[in-house]
């Protein structure tokens, strides 16, 4: 098993698509840095009519860890379930495609492990991929910005009815980095749904178009009056309720029914995925 882990691993590694995703992250930071820069007096002047804080007071806070959290939104929301989606298309349906696949499998081995070591590959891929996502955003924001010691965390009201948290440094890097660990496991939900599509369709653009598709359409579904019920348990929902863990005291109910839903998730689509392609004709 960890010896197919690590050949995963090094198909992941060597794919010209992976400085494409890097690039694309860095034009998401400038877009972010141009965006950070030219609406903050606005962003200000409307949080300083509904909170008892004065503009000069609220300037200090906009810090390098402060862009770093803004720039979180785009790069864990936007950019990284396209870069999951690409990745896992490419496991099965990409390797099929090429005929690889056929190959690989014509040795005396177990589809199941085949399987499951690419998707523990993909998990670890997008470990990393979030880690130094995480590292470069506060890295950019540091040698462009000052660093505050107090912190200003941006929150939603649609849950606690809360708008802001501060905090110390410390305290704000600690939950910075458990909010991308957070990332990094919802994201691996949408690696098993992407890996069960893969083994599905023959083409791996196909498996990734769906599970992007899917992805962005529960936006519209959890935004339409009549899904109240089913919001909660909708995979963009559970995916992003990182803002959880910067709450005080830490929500701790709430985060284990995301991390259960994220678990069914991945647990149902990977059951699926290894059914699939143990009774999947690759002749």
């Known amino acids: ?36 820069r030219s609406a903050q007096g606005n962003f200000f002047r409307r949080f300083d009519k509904t909170m008892n804080f004065h503009v000069e007071d609220l300037t200090s806070y906009l810090d390098g860890l402060f862009f770093a959290r803004i720039a979180m939104v785009p790069t864990f929301i936007v950019l990284m379930p396209i870069v999951v989606a690409t990745l896992a298309g490419d496991c099965v349906a990409g390797e099929m495609q090429e005929g690889s696949l056929k190959l690989y499998v014509s040795r005396p081995r177990s589809r199941s492990r085949i399987i499951l070591s690419k998707f523990f590959a993909v998990y670890l891929a ?26 200003l965390v941006m929150l939603t009201d649609r849950v606690f009815g809360t708008d802001v948290v501060i905090m110390g ?13 957070y990332f990094s496991f919802s994201l691996t939900a949408l690696g098993a749904i992407t890996l069960f599509f893969s083994t599905v369709f023959n083409r791996m653009s196909a498996a990734t178009v769906t599970v992007i598709s899917f992805y962005f ?21 559970v995916m992003n309720n990182s803002f959880l863990l910067w709450l ?7 985060l284990l029914v995301n991390l259960s839903t994220l678990s069914l998730y991945t ?17």
Do not use: W
């Open 217 to 237: 359409v529960s936006y519209v579904i959890a935004a339409l009056p009549f899904s109240e019920s089913i919001r909660p348990y909708l995979l963009s929902e």
């Open 169 to 181: 440094v410390r305290g704000a890097l600690l939950r910075y980095f458990a909010a991308t660990v």
């Open 248 to 254: 005080s005291p830490l929500p701790v109910n709430k």
């Open 1 to 36: 098993m960890l010896r197919s882990l690590c050949h995963e691993l090094v198909k992941l590694r060597i794919q010209k698509k992976n400085y494409v995703m890097l690039g694309g992250h860095l034009l998401f930071l400038g877009l972010c840095y141009l965006a950070f």
């Open 126 to 151: 997008t470990l990393l991929y979030c880690l130094y996502f995480a590292v470069l955003n506060i890295a950019i924001g540091v040698l462009v910005l000052n660093i505050s010691p107090t912190q």
């Open 267 to 283: 647990v149902g689509f990977l059951l699926l995925a290894t059914l699939m392609f143990n009774y999947k004709d690759l002749k």
